[in-house]
């Protein structure tokens, strides 16, 4: 039988899965160690180093069937070791930019064994590797490893989950070096290849002649944003669930990732060729073209609790769009003239847009302005900057300067733009 010491070192494999084990069985308390104990916690776990370079990986089945198997049989000594052991490894995480930078050295000397091992076959074994220490940035990161156009392969680093640490991603791309004939990296999964168009290629078990692919598209009044419809012939004779897995990626590989997510609204697909169809290239044209048509700033009056107000946007706000900028900082400006809705007026008016454009200035490169809203004598400005530059000290090292009152900030880490989601027109 299996005793406590040899179950407890294969938990060890994985720390998360320990740390889950450990808090479901006891109550929280009782994990507090005298630091007395710490030789003994060393001396009870010899394959400490083991664990360390193993901490990041999660394997959520077998923590779930380990800490079942464990219910019941812990003694209190082994539940003391247990904790001290997790107390060592509950160290402070280290700066963003240390870890990436890290993760850049490490790289340097383990790309050509990865492209090889990538070569022999073995891709997945390769990916786990490198998602170990990119997992080290940030444990929400995922790795992919693919065939390239320009390399041999491509390197992709993205949020296992959407609107997670894209800003995270895109700070590990800017660190990335060069690409070269073995390797390119990138943050997104899927980008544009209309190349694709002019040949066949297998989804989901079947074989699409993509030269028949067509699109419908139509366009919204509001927004910049656009209705799709993905037409192939042979959507007529399968089930709707292959239908829809085939549509997202025949539209992603006609826009990009990235471009479906800012600009579509509603995707839907068809064996029937929609009334007015567009080629690949052509619908990749026409949603540029609409985004950039209209006027950056969408502006609109309203109502909050019976008081006028009014928002302006700059829409679609969605953070795709500034994939880098996941620190929501919203600076709120009293003013003094204001007519009988409390809106801003004459000198007060002048000074909110001087001043403003005095804050996106002093940022740009490094965060923007998605939009503004004023209620009751107080105008807020949403911003949006890179957590890891010097935005945020730069907005609120220039509030002093307003003197139609106290100018205050709100700072709060958002990746996936939630403080604006009731901004914008619908």
């Known amino acids: ?31 507090e160690v005298d630091v ?15 664990a360390l370079s193993c901490r990041y990986r999660l394997r959520s089945i077998f923590v779930a069937q380990a800490t079942s198997s464990l219910r019941g049989r812990w003694t209190r000594r082994g539940l003391r070791c247990v904790a001290m052991v997790l107390k060592l490894f509950r160290r402070k995480p ?87 004939e073995t390797w390119s990296y990138r943050c997104v999964r899927v980008v544009a290849e209309l190349a694709a ?33 993905v037409h192939h012939p042979a959507f007529s004779s399968l089930p709707d669930k292959v239908q829809e897995d ?11 990732e990235d471009d479906v997510d800012i600009w579509i609204d509603d995707i839907t697909w068809s064996g029937v060729e929609p009334a007015d169809p567009r080629t690949p290239v052509e619908l990749s044209e026409a949603v540029r073209a609409r985004a950039e048509s209209f006027d950056h700033w969408e502006h609109r009056r309203t109502e909050w609790g019976g008081a006028a107000a009014l928002v302006t946007a700059a829409p679609p706000l969605r953070s795709v769009r500034w ?13 003094q003239q204001y007519d009988s809705e409390n809106l ?11 001043f403003t454009d005095g804050l996106c200035a002093a940022v740009e490169g490094d965060g923007v302005m998605v939009a503004h809203t004023t209620f009751k004598g107080e105008r807020t400005l949403h911003f949006y900057v890179d957590a890891e530059s010097g ?14 009152g106290v100018a205050s900030s709100h700072v709060q880490l958002d990746q996936g733009f939630a403080e604006v989601a009731d901004l914008e027109l619908r």
């Open 391 to 404: 935005a945020r000290a730069e907005l609120e090292s220039r509030l002093p300067q307003w003197n139609e």
């Open 323 to 335: 994939p880098r900028f996941d620190l929501y900082v919203a600076v709120r400006l009293p003013y």
């Open 246 to 256: 085939v549509a997202y990626n025949l539209i992603e590989l006609a826009l990009g």
């Open 197 to 229: 168009f002019e040949s066949s290629r297998e989804f989901r078990g079947h074989t699409f002649d993509l030269t028949a692919v067509r699109f419908g598209l139509t366009a919204k009044e509001e927004g910049r944003l656009s209705d799709v419809v």
């Open 94 to 180: 280290k700066p963003e930019a240390e870890t990436i930078a890290e993760f850049w050295q490490w790289w340097a000397s383990a790309r050509d064994d990865v492209a090889r091992t990538a070569g022999a076959g073995r891709v997945t074994h390769a990916v786990q590797d490198v998602a170990c220490r990119a997992r080290v940035v940030d444990a929400d990161l995922d790795c992919h490893i693919v065939p390239g156009t320009t390399s041999a392969y491509v390197l992709i680093v993205t949020p296992n989950w959407p609107d997670t640490c894209r800003g995270v991603a895109e700070r590990w791309l800017a660190a990335a070096p060069e690409p070269d």
């Open 36 to 50: 007395a104990d710490e030789s003994q916690a060393l001396g009870f776990f010899p394959p400490i180093d083991r």
């Open 1 to 31: 039988m299996e005793t406590v010491q040899e179950r407890v070192v294969v938990l060890l494999s994985d720390l998360q899965g320990l740390v889950e084990a450990a808090e479901r069985l006891v109550e929280p308390a009782e994990l």
């Open 344 to 354: 801003p007026l004459g000198e007060s008016s002048a000074a909110l847009t001087q």
